[in-house]
Each structure stands twice: as C-alpha cells, then as structure tokens.
C-alpha cells in the first residue's frame, strides 16, 4: 500500500522494484485491497488507515452475519446471537490482528456476504441475488483468490 500511494501504476504496467531486481505488479494478486486501502492510507497515514480499512471489513462481515442468520431463522434473537458468537470466535480475531493478514481478512467479509446472496436467490429464484452472489463472489477472487476458492467455490459447485 505505501509503494502503490507513492507509485501509483495500474497492475498491467506497474513495475515493483525490489532490493536489486524486481517483479511485476501484477504478480501481488491481493491488489484489490492495495488499490482500496490507498484512500486510507493517505487520509489517516499508512497504519491507522490500514487498521481503519480491516475493522470496515470486520463491520461488513458482522452486518452480512446478521442478514444471513436471520434469513435462515427469521429470529432476531438468535441472529444477533450468533453473529456476536461468530464476531468473537478465535480464527476472526487471529485473522483481524495478524500483520500481513489484512487481505485475508478482508475477503473474509465476503463469506457471508456471498452465502446470504445465494440463499436469498435460493428462496425467491430471482437471478439479481444470484448475479450479485457472483458479483460478490468475484470481487472476493480479486482480493485473495486462494482463501475465498477454499470456501465459496463448493456453494456455486453444488448449486
């Protein structure tokens, strides 16, 4: 993020130089979230607004908890329940303070994001949620493909 806000270059034709050599910009495939965390970081300085970024994810993936445990439930109560339960589980406390785990982290917020699409599209059989699901679901791809391919690729497998 600091090298993309001093240098700012598109994936195709950024060039990251590294000690004596260098690699290709598009070779970091978590750019998404380098690109998206740019505004932060130059807005709150580099740490901060990094820190402000991961805890807008952990806020998305509270809200879209919430929206899916009550869209399978239909109870408030026990969607509130298991969202702070979900909130406050080890693995999403780990991946929130883990230096180098922001991106992560952040596509970790499209999990739910992605299964209440899905789930919504299975009850109405409207194809808009099932466009956003994938919609979202891309986006989760460009922000850190190999965690979000171990989770959500089963959901449009066995659709």
Known sequence: VSYLSRYFSLPFDGWKDIWFSGVPLFKDY?????????????????????????????????????????????NRILAVVLTLATIFSANLYRSLVWAGGIPFWTTQAFYPMVIFLIVKYCRSRNYRWFCLAALAAGLGIMGHPQSFFNVIQFLFLFY
């Open 30 to 74: 978590t750019l998404l979230y380098f690109y998206l965390m740019i505004p932060f970081a130059k807005y709150f300085g580099l740490i901060y607004g990094i820190q402000i970024f991961a805890v807008m994810g952990l806020f998305v993936f509270a809200a879209f908890s919430y929206l899916l445990y009550h869209e399978l439930s239909k």
